[in-house]
Each structure stands twice: as C-alpha cells, then as structure tokens.
C-alpha cells in the first residue's frame, strides 16, 4: 500500500459539523433527537444525507423497505461492493450519535476518497437502514432484516404504529420504488458505532474492535399469589409472590456470576397486583433479559434462570412462570474483517480492545449474507437511547479514520 | 340473670335476609357492592337502614359529619349508653359483609330486644360511622375519628373526592346537621365484624374475641440506580437497584420471622422506572407495611427494617431511603368489655379465640373515649375488600348472639 494511501485521514472537523447539523432535524428541547422511522423528521434527515451523498458524487437509491444507498463507483463496478452505514431513525427521545454516527462516518469515507482523489477497484456503498431503533414500528433492525432476507418484505410493510399508520403508507407518501431489488454481492461490510456502554470510556480505549453480537433472550415470570389483607393474615397463611422473588433475585444474580464478567443478567421491569400498599400483592410480574457472547455459558445461563423459577414457584408451591417473549442468536463477525479494523487501529497507533457488542444492531443481519464487522467508540457514560448521549469528537474521528483504513484494503486495487 | 334472658336469641334468618337486601343497594355484577362514602347508593342504604330501626321504634338522627345513630331508649334513658355498630359504605369493589354485618347484628339485637319485649335500663344505641372505608375521600374511620375528638371536623368537612366533591357539599346535600352535637358517654361500645382474615376459618373456630388492634405503618423505599442498557453494561458497572432489592427482600422477610408469629410484613407495590425490559432501572420504589400488636415488638421490627434499608443503600453506594408516609399506634380494648365477648361466647357454648385485629377499624378511635371491645367472625377465605367477599350464616348469626349476649349485662338492670 503506498504510504500516500497509508496517510490518508478524514475530515474530523466535517464529521462533526455534519454531526450536529443531523442534530438539528427533529432537535429536542433537552439536546436531543426524535427522529422516528419514517417520520417527517426522518425522512428530512435522509433528505440532507441524500444531498451530501450526491454532493459527494454518488448515486442514490431506495429499496423496498426504505433502505437507503449511496453508492460511489469503482473502477471495476461490477465488483462486490465494500459496505458501510448504520440508521438515521432514532428513540422518541434518543440522542446525536446512536446510528447517525455510522452513517455520517461512512460518508466521510467516501469523502475523504474524493478529498484525495483515491479511485477504489471495488465500489463503495454508504447504507441507511429503515427503522432500526424498532420504537415507532416495533420491529427494531427492520430494513437491515427484510434486506438481508431474514423477515419477510410483506409483513414489514403491514407493520403499523400507534396511530394505525403502516410501513407500506409512509413508503408510498415518500414514493418509493414497491418491489425489492435483487441484493447485490457484499465483498466486505463494516458498522462504525458508538459503544452504548461504559466499558471503552472506563478503560480508557479508543478503539473497540467488535467480534461479534452476543446471545440475547427476554423472558417474563409470572408468579401467581393470593390477595390477602396486609394486616389480619399470618405470614405463614399468606401466598405471598414478594416472597419467592425475594427467593429469586439473589440467586439470579449469584447464577450469573457464576458465568463469567461477561455474563448479563437484567430485572427492568418489576410490577405487583393490585399494588395496594396494605394488600399482599395477588400477581407478581418481572422481567428478566440474559446475555452472554459465548453461546454454550448463554444456554447454561438461561438454563439455570429457567430452573431457579420453577424451583422456586414448586416450593412456595405457587403457579406461574417464565416465558421468553424474545430471543436473538448471537453472532460472530467475519475474521477476516475484525482482523481488517484491528489492524487499522494498529496502523492508525490507537489503544484497541477486542470486545462483543451488548445490543443488537443492523450489522448483526448484515453478518447473515456478507463478510461484516463493527468499530466502537467511546460514549459519555455509556448512556444511549438518552437525549444526554455524547462522544468526543476525537473519539469520534479517530474511529471514521479506523473504518477509513478498515475499509481501504478491501477496496482498493491490491487488496 | 333470669333463664329467659339467658336464652335470648337473634332471629339468624332475619339478619341474613337483611344483609341480602342491603346487598342489592349498589351490587356490582360480580357479585358485590359499591356504596362508597356519601355516594347516592351510601345515601340510599343508610335512607334503608333508617327505615328498619325506625319501624323497631327506635329514634334516629345524624350528626354534623354524617354518622347516624338509631336509638332505643333504656328505662333510666339518662344514663351513659351501651352502643354498638360499624359502617354500611364500601370499596368500590367491596363486599357484603365488611361493615354492613356489624350493623345489622346491631339492629339484630335491637330487634330481637323487641321481640322479647326486654326493657333495658340503659339506652342502646345503634352506630352507622360515616367514610370507614376512606376510598372515596381519603381518610379511613373518618366519621368515627371526627366524633371521638381525634380529627378536627372542618378538616374532615374539606376533604374531596377525585371530582372535586367535598364531604361538605354531600353532606349538605343530603341535608344533614351543620353542628356537631356534643358527644353523650358512653357505657361500653361494640362492634361485630368479619375477621378479613383466614384465622378462624383455619382454626374451625367461630367467635374472635379481639383484645385489640396492632401498631401499624405503611413505608416508602426509594432506591436510585442509575438507568444503563442491559447489554453494553458490565455486572460490576451498573448502579442497579434490584441488586439491593435482592438484598433487602430475604432480610425483610427474616427480620419478620425473629419477631414472631404475631408480626406482619408486607411488600404490596413494587415500581422500576423507566420499566423497560432492556434497560437497568435507574429508580426503584416499593412499599413496606409493618404490624405487630406487641408495641415493644413493632418498635424493634420497624427499626430493624429501617436498619436493613440504610445498611443495604450504603453497601451498594446508592442513595435512596425509608420514609414512612402512615402510621397508626395499636390499640387495647377494655378489658371489661372483652370480657363481656369471652364470656357470651362461652355461655353460648361457641368455639372462641382470643385474637388481635390486623386491620383498623372504628372502634380504634371509639376506644380512645369508652370502653370498647369487638367480636369478629369467620370469613371464606380470609377474603374482604374483594366482591367474592363471604360467610356463613350460622356465624353470622352466632356472632350477633356473642353480641347481643355481651351488651346485655352491660344494658340491663342488674348489670
């Protein structure tokens, strides 16, 4: 590789001035964005994305679904493209960065290609995925699915939010094209995205190299009790449900540190019936999500949560439960395209540390059909899908500058 | 005591055809009554109850906060009077029998006086404590409270219901009293009521004689977390509030076995905010209601939870606390006047159990002023506050002959 090549960086002042301009297309008051897929504010952000893209001189197009892609010539066109993109959509009250940082990224790229009048061999395709966030159509990671072939384009279409608007209304009044393109082959593809938790910030490491998705699974347990008055009822007459989650909880947690510091184990959502202050509760219900990137510690996990629940509800002799309401296999990055963005953060000189993503994102369909991988960035706190969200823009350039040079080796003529 | 008096029974049918035929004024469909404080359907049972004691010759009249007193003269009337009664309103989803039973057991023995033409010497009067329930205006026993001097009647007039409605407004309505008539004394005081609870049933006993009501409170626990995402967010990262949860909940319930079977603990709500799934809480709420009738005991137990509370919030670095939003000190009812129970149970040859109220009831605050005692009986299941709320004739029945057999020797000459 030439070392005029080996040299190239972005425009880390442009990113970040694209960065907060993306910011201003459905600003909340707290510093935040509400950009819901499909919405006006939505669809004014791929509008501006559409401009810098053809700016840039790409070609445009939609599919089916909504998927938007940029798509910068190579000298061989017909080649396998090199991919690289995230979503513009954001949470009700989401922040800056989540998904939008790997579409403006992407576009630096293909920006700094043009800065330096770098020709690549294979063409270079910057995606916008429809709906990732999954908050107004409560699919999340829906245009990357029904493109990589994994949900179907028609039940995506007839997907509805609250209002009973469809999928199918918002992409005829954006007039998109209604049959799905044939896809097309995917040499390499790579997600740059903020990290979504605290783990870079607190090691003080630039650069996560993302080796994959980890298993992930959300459960209900339902624990059925007897309404009793709090007063005039013995302990030991009652059928308390508090009573088996104050079994449950400590060993749930004990369970999963028994598998490892990568274990995740998480109660979000605890609700009591009737929820009277002097009525022993007559319903209990929590929620229980388990994660682990290693999938035979994963099923183990989730085995032993399972177990612990029926152990329990058989001794306080109890009906109920756990049910999975969602499941989402783990997945394993390409190696040879993890090894392509820890090499370019070698090269680049930046502290790197080989992790597995927490959260779903739509690498994880794209890694279904094509050769793919994921650069993380540090995030303030760790705190995502919040209006507080942040990044530092060094953080920030510095992990478009690793996708850059993750990307390049693939493209170029010796790759 | 003459033989005939000693053989002196209620009329059982009467008094359950009577509890049927109140039962129909505000029936739910599921079987229960909605005759909340004040209401027209409350109205419309205490205009049913009027008519009853009436037609028994009795003299009734209301006083300023709407408690109504049915009055049958004794043969000195100027004399301290023994009186009896409960509530006739109820939950919105309320039963049959909490609160109606003790009045009509006390128009019972009014009656069954009648039919055996027995002249007391001391007045016997009938109670009906307006707003026992405290559901519609929020102030539990509050006709009660209002007449034995414990809570200031202006305030009492003031409060409102969701509507704006205050108990003036209804009370005006319904044409009552604007003065509160001064208190008369009062001899010995009453009340019959359903346990609420699963003892007697358990125990196949038929008469509780209750020596008192438990000290009581009702507690908020406010743990701060911080929210983070259920994947990115390493165990040792998080600042979860369940984890404390899952500390306090098994100590809770150990710290309430040490003292005692008498002691009571419950947890009857349960908040996580936000409430999702896949986020770690950032907040976490629950209510802890305590009651032991051993004064030293809830004192001990309540410092112990409380303990429990800044141990574990200090332990896991979050701040939060314990703060308690009820309290109700525990009452010891006469022992004179228990006596009177324990006794007509036995003479009536009844199974009886010396027991402590769980639950507040009028007769909390009619002790403060005269001697007092109450008679509970059996319950199905231990159900009240609940529209399948239900009991057996023959108790019903049983208890009202306890009753009448206890205010006898208070009432009649040779007392």
Redesign the interface.
């Given at each position: 590789m030439p070392d005029s090549i080996k040299s190239l960086r972005v425009n880390g002042e442009r990113l970040w001035s694209r960065l907060m301009q993306m910011a201003t297309i459905g600003a909340t008051r707290s510093g935040g964005c509400n950009r819901q897929a499909l919405s006006d504010a939505d669809m004014a952000g791929r509008k501006l994305l559409k401009q810098w893209a053809e700016a840039a001189g790409c070609t445009v197009r939609v599919d089916a679904i909504g998927n938007l892609f940029a798509r910068r010539a190579g000298s061989e066109d017909c080649l396998a493209v090199v991919m690289t993109g995230s979503h513009l959509d954001t949470q009700p009250t989401g922040g800056k960065f989540d998904g939008v940082y790997g579409v403006l990224a992407g576009l630096e790229v293909i920006e700094s290609l043009n800065d330096h009048a770098v020709k690549t061999r294979h063409p270079v395709e910057l995606c916008v995925w429809c709906n990732e966030e999954g908050s107004r159509f409560s699919m999340a990671m829906m245009g990357s699915a029904v493109w990589s072939g994994s949900y179907p384009l028609s039940k995506a279409l007839g997907l509805t939010d609250r209002a009973g608007i469809s999928v199918r209304d918002e992409l005829t009044r954006a007039g998109f094209p209604t049959h799905m393109e044939q896809r097309q082959a995917v040499k390499a593809s790579f997600e740059a995205h903020i990290?979504?938790?605290?783990?870079l910030e607190?090691k003080a490491i630039t650069i996560g190299v993302v080796t994959g998705v980890?298993h992930?699974s959300?459960h209900e347990v339902l624990i059925e009790g007897q309404?009793?008055?709090?007063?005039?009822?013995?302990?030991?007459?009652r059928r308390?449900p508090?009573?088996v989650?104050?079994?449950l909880?400590?060993a749930?947690?004990a369970a999963?540190?028994q598998h490892g510091?990568?274990?995740?184990?998480?109660?979000?959502?605890?609700?009591?019936q009737p929820?009277?202050?002097?009525?022993?509760?007559g319903q209990?219900r929590f929620?229980v999500?388990i994660?682990h990137p290693d999938g035979a510690q994963y099923a183990a996990l989730k085995a032993a949560i399972g177990r612990l629940v029926k152990e329990a509800l058989e001794r306080h002799r109890l009906p109920g439960g756990m049910q999975c309401f969602w499941e989402a296999p783990g997945v394993t990055f390409d190696a040879a395209c993890v090894s392509a963005v820890r090499s370019a953060a070698e090269t680049l000189g930046f502290k790197a540390w080989d992790m597995v993503?927490?959260?779903?994102h739509d690498s994880c369909n794209v890694a279904a059909v094509a050769p793919t991988a994921m650069v993380f960035v540090p995030c303030a706190g760790?705190l995502?899908?919040?209006e507080a969200e942040s990044a530092a823009p060094a953080d920030l350039e510095a992990g478009a500058n690793v996708l850059l040079h993750a990307m390049l080796p693939m493209a170029l003529p010796h790759a």
């Open positions: 990290e979504q938790g605290p783990v607190q980890q992930m959300r309404e009793a008055h709090a007063g005039p009822t013995p302990m030991d007459m308390d508090v009573r989650l104050a079994d909880l400590p749930m947690y999963t540190a510091p990568s274990a995740r184990f998480t109660v979000g959502c605890i609700e009591t929820g009277s202050p002097n009525t022993v509760p209990l929620t999500d994660r993503s927490g959260a779903g760790g995502s899908h919040n």
